[in-house]
T-cell receptor
Framework: AQTVTQSQPEMSVQEAETVTLSCTYD???????LFWYKQPPSRQMILVIR??????QNATENRFSVNFQKAAKSFSLKISDSQLGDAAMYFC???????????????FGKGTKLSVIP | NAGVMQNPRHLVRRRGQEARLRCSPM?????VYWYRQLPEEGLKFMVY????????ESGMPKERFSAEFPKEGPSILRIQQVVRGDSAAYFC????????????FGPGTRLLVL
């Protein structure tokens, strides 16, 4: 079964600084997708960034970028120029559509709570 | 393009009552998913539906829980005879046919069972 592990329950960063959140996963599939979702205090789940496993290039969305290491099964999120509005829970998620039974399910990590210090 | 809509946003029920949670997917999305989030936990998959079909309900409890996505109208997650352990946030997500791996979430329904 696929598992997603976020080893940092909590992180903090100074406003305007850079922070990296870690995520590792376990899978036997070669074709899959990885995501980072943000859950602010409103508890809405917001898609931050998406990475296709077959793409070697790391995804980037404005201040958010990932470091995808397929061989190591690692998928970290880097937030540059941190802002107060970045404070939230961040969840790493995995999906391998078309791989068989249960393949349409997103598997989530337990999350990392990010605090931004003014 | 409006996002995924869920209602109600908050729902309070007494033990033994029924809870009905509604989800309208984004326009053009034909795939709907329900997830449950317990306190201090990540989201856990419950069920995946397309119009008039349940595709995967492997995450649904065997009893008291059911889901539907009719030809017309929103998807409904129904919990009969609620118990305190059902208290959680229930999220609906949808994806387009062309990109089923990318799921967009609604704001969630917070269910509190007294």
């Amino acid at each position: 079964a696929q598992t997603v592990t976020q080893s940092q329950p909590e992180m903090s960063v100074q406003e305007a600084e850079t922070v990296t959140l870690s995520c590792t996963y376990d899978t036997s599939e070669s074709d899959y997708y990885l995501f980072w979702y943000k859950q602010p205090p409103s508890r809405q789940m917001i898609l931050v960034i998406r990475q296709e496993a077959y793409k070697q290039q790391n995804a980037t969305e404005n201040r958010f970028s990932v470091n995808f290491q397929k061989a190591a099964k690692s998928f970290s999120l880097k937030i540059s120029d941190s802002q107060l509005g970045d404070a939230a829970m961040y969840f790493c998620a995995y999906i391998a559509p078309y791989s068989g039974a249960g393949s349409y399910q997103l598997t989530f990590g337990k999350g990392t709570k990010l605090s931004v210090i003014p | 393009n409006a996002g995924v809509m869920q209602n109600p946003r908050h729902l309070v029920r007494r033990r033994g009552q029924e809870a009905r949670l509604r989800c309208s997917p984004m326009k053009g999305h034909s795939h709907v998913y329900w997830y449950r989030q317990l306190p201090e936990e990540g989201l856990k998959f419950m069920v995946y539906l397309q119009k008039e079909n349940i595709i995967d309900e492997s995450g649904m409890p065997k009893e008291r829980f059911s889901a539907e996505f009719p030809k017309e109208g929103p998807s409904i997650l129904r919990i009969q005879q609620v118990v305190r352990g059902d208290s959680a946030a229930y999220f609906c997500a949808s994806s387009p046919p062309s990109s089923i791996e990318t799921q967009y979430f609604g704001p969630g329904t917070r269910l509190l069972v007294l």
